[in-house]
T-cell receptor, first 111, second 114 residues
């Protein structure tokens, strides 16, 4: 059974700082790894999707990496802004198109 | 473009009462549909998924049931709510069964059972 862990559970940084969110997983037989953003009381928005054969994906100030051999992924956010404040969720897709989510990292960027 | 709707947005129900949450998707055909629950202090848990009308798979044993009466409609139900059913319920859809596919989430329903 896939288990996904996200560290830290919460993070508070001043505006402008670069930061890294971590995700680890136990089963490397994955189809893809995805990073989602969730604003309080809202649904999830997909940020980046890394296919099993890929090492990283970039979108604007966001860069996600995938290392299947070590069971790790990181989400790098450059030049953080108060609007980046949200919960970030890592999810792994295994066979059957099912997503297994981590517990999330709650990010607060202070102006 | 595709959109996904959930209602109600919030719901407060007494223990033992019935439940019906609705999810509809527009702008796509034959989507895969999913119900998730996000309980306080816990991660997102997949409850049910459906690959077609009348086809429901359950991921965890529980007090809830799901139905798909139409191609783009997914309903989450309970005959008698428990306190432990409180949480944030999210519906999602996807199209492809491939490594490039993502799931698109609705706005969610906040359920409080008292």
């Amino acid at each position: 059974k896939q288990e996904v862990t996200q560290i830290p559970a919460a993070l508070s940084v001043p505006e402008g700082e670069n930061l890294v969110l971590n995700c680890s997983f136990t089963d490397s037989a994955i189809y893809n790894l995805q990073w989602f953003r969730q604003d309080p009381g809202k649904g999830l928005t997909s940020l980046l999707l890394i296919q099993s054969s890929q090492r990283e994906q970039t979108s604007g100030r966001l860069n996600a990496s995938l290392d299947k051999s070590s069971g790790r992924s990181t989400l790098y956010i450059a030049a953080s802004q108060p609007g980046d404040s949200a919960t970030y969720l890592c999810a792994l897709m295994n066979a059957g198109n099912m997503l297994t989510f981590g517990g999330g990292t709650r990010l607060m960027v202070k102006p | 473009s595709q959109t996904i709707h959930q209602w109600p947005a919030t719901l407060v129900q007494p223990v033992g009462s019935p439940l019906s949450l609705e999810c509809t998707v527009e702008g796509t055909s034959n989507p895969n549909l999913y119900w998730y629950r996000q309980a306080a202090g816990r991660g997102l848990q997949l409850l049910f998924y459906s690959v077609g009308i009348g086809q429901i798979s359950s991921e965890v044993p529980q007090n809830l049931s799901a139905s798909r009466p139409q191609d783009r409609q997914f309903i989450l139900s309970s005959k008698k709510l428990l306190l432990s059913d409180s949480g944030f319920y999210l519906c999602a859809w996807s199209v492809l069964w491939s490594s490039t596919d993502t799931q698109y989430f609705g706005p969610g329903t906040r359920l409080t059972v008292l």
